[in-house]
């Protein structure tokens, strides 16, 4: 009996133990963070990009092992996070690295030209000349570190990553269609076996707040240019209406006729004149 008390005894420290490591190790952590935070501050990106790099995955290993339960490994990815974090701290001192003449927020763009002259650019290859950090790239509400596509917008429930859609494809000037949008003949009543292309596009604007579109209607030159230009107008608006059914705020959109004035094929065939007859879809607003 006394064995077996003394044993759960033991086992109770050992439990007490761990937990007084575990809340030790997280602090050093968090100490750790505030380091590499102070380094990046400094300039470290720039004047040591390698060991801020190791202070910030080491540090993030260590969270990991943590979590597990392994504080041994812990530990071990702590250190080299500690010392990493050091030495970007050395490296990064204004006497060692130097930043650029009236550099206040120590991120290499001179404060004449940056601006956000408080607040360093973070450098990622997005927008890195203006000096202003894009904490989300692409604005689509998901931060950059959790975001599998920084760099297209997309829903947090795919990672951040666009839609794959059937009808269309988003680029960064159009929404390109993949098939065209069908009219009743010389009407401007779409038909509805175009309404599916038509919901994608309203999923797209709902998706991205702050696009706005330009929905161009085009003709071929069969008949007056007068009457062409007033069919192409009123196709153009058809289409904002229904989208506008869809919930899309039509503050959004713009819709222009053309007419025949900006064809993609020659007039003088057929199915050059079939591909004239279309809608267009311009993003003048990401």
Do not use: W
């Not at 993949?178 to 994608?200: P, V």
């Not at 579109?213 to 071929?220: K, L, P, V, Y």
């Amino acid at each position: 009996m006394r064995e077996r008390c003394r044993g759960a005894c033991l086992l109770a420290l050992g439990v007490l133990l761990s937990g007084c490591a575990g809340t030790q190790l997280r602090e050093a952590v968090g100490d750790v963070r505030g380091e590499a935070a102070q380094a990046r501050k400094n300039g470290a990106l720039r004047c040591a990009p390698r060991e801020l790099a190791l202070a910030d995955s080491n540090t993030v290993f260590a969270e990991r092992e943590l979590a597990e339960g392994d504080y041994f490994r812990a530990r071990e990815h702590l250190q080299v996070a500690e010392d990493s974090a050091q030495a970007a701290l050395k490296l990064s001192a204004p006497d060692v690295c130097g930043r650029a003449p009236g550099d206040f927020d120590h991120d290499g763009i001179a404060d004449g030209v940056d601006k956000c002259p408080n607040e360093a650019e973070d450098k990622d290859g997005f927008e890195d000349e203006d000096g202003c950090p894009d904490p989300d790239n692409d604005k689509d509400g998901l931060l950059d570190g959790k975001d599998k596509c920084p760099n297209e917008p997309g829903p947090a429930e795919s990672g951040g990553c666009p839609k794959k859609y059937e009808h269309i494809v988003v680029t960064n000037e159009k929404i390109e269609l993949k098939q065209k949008i069908f009219f009743e003949t010389n009407k401007s009543t779409i038909k509805s076996q175009s309404f599916g292309l038509l919901a994608e596009i309203a999923n797209v604007l709902q998706t991205r707040p702050t696009m706005r579109i330009r929905i161009e209607g085009h003709t071929d030159t069969q008949g007056p240019r007068s009457r062409n230009m007033t069919l192409s107008q009123a196709r153009a608006d058809a289409v904002r209406f229904h989208l506008e059914g869809l919930g899309v705020s039509r503050a959004r959109m713009e819709s222009v006729g053309f007419g025949p004035d900006q064809p993609i094929e020659t007039n003088r065939t057929t199915a050059g004149r079939e591909k004239n007859r279309r809608v267009e879809f311009v993003i003048v607003q990401q």
